[in-house]
């Protein structure tokens, strides 16, 4: 179901967050659902991996995160304000101790020339510690391409986070 890499990241993630006695939220957008299945995907991940939120819509990272309708308006929802603010709302609206939030654009449409296809906005937040943020600009020749790439980024995020 997911690369070998994504695989890896996954199992490597579990076991760093097991050790520490860190329990991990997702928050998505372009990705779905996908990084949260990664992670589920490995045996063992219930020792860590509290929830995840599928927020797609404006509305949803509204209600569900917390991100300020105006803020959304202002910036658009792939912006690293907006990645900031749902890690920060999913950290808040869970049990975890790490979030990582992901907002962008995969394609094959909505791109613009300010925020082309393959966009991403990556943003992580620990229990009493600064914000992080990463954008990227992914290439691929599909949706699933840019989504791949950017599961992967999120994964190592994370583990940055771990330590």
Known sequence: MFSLEIETLARLLIDEARERSLRIVTAESCTGGLVAGAICSIPGASDVFERGFVVYTNRAKQELLGVPGDLIADLGAVSEPVARMMAEGALE??????????????????GTPMKPVGTVHIATARSNQALMHRSELFDGVTRSDIQEQAVQAALQALRDRMT
Do not use: D
């Open 93 to 110: 609206a869970s049990n975890a101790h790490v979030a990582v939030a992901i907002t962008g654009v995969a394609g094959p449409g909505g």
